[in-house]
């Protein structure tokens, strides 16, 4: 395996150079687009780490995963998917269009920002910084690591710019999806963008959620099962926004990008991946990084297909 993915690291790299960092969120210029990074978890607790695996990140939309996994086991199922719907986008994630144009004023799904940030204001905590810490210790759990923390400057940053998401949520708002009040959610779903993490972080994540729930390195149950099950199938259709389907042709198994770069994958049973690459393509997902996963889905025949 280790080979393996020394290899798959050096033969891709040379895809960093074909996208572009993210720059509507200024202070994620700052990262280094030719970064290429994997870590390989196991659910025999063999860590795999390869090319440039050191690189800190803010896990951004990967995020969106943990919010509506304490929105599903603090609310419960019906109550998360009658205010947020369960269908793939053919949209960009921070579009707002299908806001107004759908009857029900849903967003599609928990993974596009209007999804996420209506999840946000779902997970439990009376006020921003009790729903962020809801998330972030859940996060600490579930990547075995207490000192995960906020990138203060890149808050800052989302803050300071994120207008869109502020534009999304006001609509919310004023449809009664959101009952919360909006600057709260607003400021706990900006700092969960921010969190900062590494590809061994992320890919223990991913692993609780292959192996049902149940961390591999204490046999704990962290997540219900049946939560874990709503995760992966959202991250099927829908992890990648919209370019969910050509992932699931060229890859095949449940995954979740975030435009700092990092693309965080299960493979149900039997282990989690996370790859780093900052530089995205027009979509929004790490370009070296969607290579990285298709080689090794290929060589290693992980497909669920
Ligand atoms: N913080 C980003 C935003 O809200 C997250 C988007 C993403 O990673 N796709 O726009």
């Given at each position: 395996m280790q080979i393996l993915l020394n290899d798959i690291i050096k033969d891709n790299k040379v895809h960093t150079k074909k996208g572009e960092l993210?720059?509507?969120?200024?202070?994620?210029?700052?990262?280094?687009?030719?970064a290429l990074g994997i870590c390989v978890y196991d659910l025999e607790n063999n860590v795999y780490l390869a090319g440039d695996f050191n690189t800190k990140f803010t896990i951004q939309s990967v995020s969106k995963v943990i919010i509506l996994t304490c929105a599903l086991m603090d609310k419960g199922r019906e109550i998360v998917f009658s205010k947020v719907g369960t269908e793939p986008s053919?949209?960009?994630?921070?579009?707002?269009?299908?806001l107004e144009t759908r009857h029900s004023h849903k967003p599609l799904n928990p993974f596009i920002n209007a999804g996420a940030i209506v999840c946000t204001s779902l997970?439990?905590?009376?006020?921003a910084n009790k729903k962020f810490r809801r998330v972030l210790d859940m996060i600490r759990i579930m990547a075995d690591n207490p000192n995960i923390d906020i990138n203060y400057h890149v808050f800052q940053s989302e803050k300071l710019t994120g207008n869109t998401n502020r534009a999304i949520a006001y609509y919310l708002k004023g449809a009664n999806i959101?009952?919360?009040?909006v600057e709260d959610v607003l400021d706990a779903y900006f700092k969960l963008c921010s969190i900062e993490a590494t590809v061994e972080d992320v890919a223990k994540m991913a692993a609780v959620i292959g192996n049902?729930?149940?961390?591999?390195?204490?046999?704990?149950?962290?997540?219900p099962p049946n939560v874990c099950k709503v995760l992966m199938a959202i991250m099927m259709t829908c992890?990648?926004?919209?370019a969910s389907g050509e992932f699931a042709v060229n890859v095949g198994f449940p995954a979740k990008s975030g435009v700092g770069g990092c693309i965080m994958s299960v493979v149900p049973n039997k282990m989690g991946i996370a790859v780093i690459g900052p530089a995205l393509d027009d979509n929004g997902n790490s370009v070296a990084g969607l290579k990285v996963l298709e080689s090794l889905s290929q060589k290693l025949e992980l497909s669920m297909f």
């Amino acid at each position: 395996m280790q080979i393996l993915l020394n290899d798959i690291i050096k033969d891709n790299k040379v895809h960093t150079k074909k996208g572009e960092l993210a720059d509507y969120i200024p202070e994620l210029t700052k990262a280094n687009p030719n970064a290429l990074g994997i870590c390989v978890y196991d659910l025999e607790n063999n860590v795999y780490l390869a090319g440039d695996f050191n690189t800190k990140f803010t896990i951004q939309s990967v995020s969106k995963v943990i919010i509506l996994t304490c929105a599903l086991m603090d609310k419960g199922r019906e109550i998360v998917f009658s205010k947020v719907g369960t269908e793939p986008s053919a949209d960009p994630f921070n579009s707002i269009i299908k806001l107004e144009t759908r009857h029900s004023h849903k967003p599609l799904n928990p993974f596009i920002n209007a999804g996420a940030i209506v999840c946000t204001s779902l997970v439990n905590g009376n006020n921003a910084n009790k729903k962020f810490r809801r998330v972030l210790d859940m996060i600490r759990i579930m990547a075995d690591n207490p000192n995960i923390d906020i990138n203060y400057h890149v808050f800052q940053s989302e803050k300071l710019t994120g207008n869109t998401n502020r534009a999304i949520a006001y609509y919310l708002k004023g449809a009664n999806i959101i009952e919360e009040d909006v600057e709260d959610v607003l400021d706990a779903y900006f700092k969960l963008c921010s969190i900062e993490a590494t590809v061994e972080d992320v890919a223990k994540m991913a692993a609780v959620i292959g192996n049902k729930g149940i961390s591999p390195w204490s046999n704990e149950e962290i997540v219900p099962p049946n939560v874990c099950k709503v995760l992966m199938a959202i991250m099927m259709t829908c992890g990648l926004y919209n370019a969910s389907g050509e992932f699931a042709v060229n890859v095949g198994f449940p995954a979740k990008s975030g435009v700092g770069g990092c693309i965080m994958s299960v493979v149900p049973n039997k282990m989690g991946i996370a790859v780093i690459g900052p530089a995205l393509d027009d979509n929004g997902n790490s370009v070296a990084g969607l290579k990285v996963l298709e080689s090794l889905s290929q060589k290693l025949e992980l497909s669920m297909f």
